[in-house]
């Protein structure tokens, strides 16, 4: 059973639609698959602009990690981002993304 479940997976990876780029106040920030190693689901480059996902994570199909990077566009392209340390930004959008996303999908 454990198995067939295991087997099914790379079929829904394979059927996802992979977002070449996503448009967030005003810019076009690129969205780039890679292996980023085993730690992080994804990540936010402010000095590229752009948003990478893990795909050494079962979750870079997964629409919540583009969200959570997306806050972090968004808060480094309004400037948001040289307000707070690091770790307050990520705190917060980690608030964000855990309240945020079941209602965008409750209202979608
Ligand atoms: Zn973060």
Redesign the pocket.
């Known amino acids: 059973m454990g198995s067939a479940r295991a087997a099914l997976h790379p079929v829904r990876v394979d059927l996802m639609i992979r977002r070449k780029s996503i448009t967030v106040c005003g810019y076009v920030v690129p969205i780039r698959y890679l292996n980023i190693g085993t730690t992080k689901y ?3 480059d402010p000095n590229t602009k752009s948003i990478y996902l893990n795909t050494n994570k079962d979750a870079h199909w997964n629409n919540q990690v583009l969200f ?2 997306l ?2 566009a968004i808060f480094d392209l309004t400037g948001i981002g040289e307000m707070l340390p690091p770790k307050v ?2 705190a917060i ?2 608030a964000l ?1 855990n309240h945020l996303w079941p209602l965008i999908k409750f209202l979608s």
Request: proline share 0%.
């Open positions: 994804g990540e936010y959570h990077e806050l972090h930004e990520h959008i980690t993304e």
